[in-house]
């Protein structure tokens, strides 16, 4: 069973730092990619970054660009999104979801999401 699970959300203050992980379960790892999404209220979800092993490349979106860092653990079958300079526009619940490519923008299994609030 193909599972993903994330962690590491909570509350954190303005220009805090927090560290996602992605923990994957029932697949090959290293054949996927896994790309973070992220959906704030009101708001539609948001592609936030990805990362791809066979690729050998990651993608960031822009809002996120500096701030923001994925990684991947191929021997603990997770993958990280670390945050730093957190802005309060960065709060939202957090997704982490599998796709065969990053540049193939079709994702077939997500995990439950974690919520990041930061505070002014």
């Known amino acids: 069973e193909v599972q993903l699970v994330e962690s590491g959300g909570g509350l954190v203050q303005a220009g805090g730092s927090l560290r996602l992980s992605c923990a994957a379960s029932g697949f090959t790892f290293d054949d996927y990619a896994i790309a973070w999404f992220r959906q704030a209220p009101g708001k539609e979800r948001e592609g936030v970054s990805c990362?791809?092993?066979?690729?050998?490349?990651?993608y960031s979106a822009d809002s996120v660009k500096g701030r923001f860092t994925i990684s991947s653990d191929n021997a603990k079958n997770t993958v990280y999104l670390q945050m730093n300079s957190l802005k309060p526009e960065d709060t939202a619940v957090y997704y982490c979801a599998r796709t065969r490519l990053c540049s193939v923008f079709k994702y077939d299994y997500w995990g439950q999401g974690t919520q990041v609030t930061v505070s002014s």
């Open positions: 990362i791809s092993s066979s690729e050998g490349s990651t």
